[in-house]
């Protein structure tokens, strides 16, 4: 079965400095897309960054990039300038054929000014 | 307003009562999900709308629990016989197209509490 996994519970980062978001995946699949997801409090879930699995390069979107590791199945979630409205939790997902998503648990992120 | 909604946003409920949740998603989106997400997890799939057909179903969802969604549009999510574990937040999204790269949407949500 797939899983998702993100070891941070929480994480802060100062205002404008760059923070690193972890997340790992097990899967048996070769054709996957993960995504990362971001719920600022009481507000829905909205799309930070996806990445194609067949897809080499890293995908960026702004202040947010990707590190993704196929072979050690880990994709990453820099947030570079990071800024007081990028305070939230933060969700890995995963989907495949099935077009559920899997998430992780969570990471909750604070940004001091 | 385009995005998806649901309604109520927030349910308080007598252990053994029925509720029933509705969401209205995009209105050109053919996929519909059901999540539920309790305090500290992520959210976790209950069941999956292509169109009116219900494809795929967690095992997470009890008896207790029905969805429909009549004519491919609006959804809802019946719980019967509510228990105490039942509280959560019940994540509605919806999503267009046939790849699973497409970007799902998802409403504010509906927070049950059983007492």
């Known amino acids: 079965a797939q899983t998702v996994t993100q070891s941070q519970p929480e994480m802060s980062v100062q205002e404008a400095e760059t923070v690193t978001l972890s997340c790992t995946y097990d899967?048996?699949?070769?054709?996957?897309?993960l995504f990362w997801y971001k719920q600022p409090p009481s507000r829905q879930m909205i799309l930070v960054i996806r990445q194609e699995a067949y897809k080499q390069q890293n995908a960026t979107e702004n202040r947010f990039s990707v590190n993704f590791q196929k072979a050690a199945k880990s994709f990453s979630l820099k947030i570079s300038d990071s800024q007081l409205g990028d305070a939230a939790m933060y969700f890995c997902a995963y989907t495949s054929g099935t077009y559920k998503y899997i998430f992780g648990t969570g990471t909750r992120l604070k940004v001091l000014a | 307003d385009t995005g998806v909604s649901q309604d109520p946003r927030h349910k308080i409920t007598k252990r053994g009562q029925n509720v029933t949740f509705r969401c209205d998603p995009i209105s050109e989106h053919n996929r519909l999900y059901w999540y539920r997400q309790t305090l500290g997890q992520g959210p976790e799939f209950l069941t999956y709308?292509?169109?009116?057909?219900?494809?795929?179903k967690s095992r997470l969802l009890s008896d207790r629990f029905s969805a429909e969604r009549p004519k491919g549009s609006f959804s809802t999510l019946e719980i019967q016989r509510t228990e105490q574990g039942d509280s959560a937040m019940y994540l509605c999204a919806s999503s267009l197209g046939l790849g699973s790269n497409t970007e799902a949407f998802f409403g504010q949500g509906t927070r049950l509490t059983v007492v």
């Open positions: 709308f292509q169109n009116e057909a219900q494809l795929e």
């Open positions: 899967t048996s699949e070769s054709d996957y897309y």
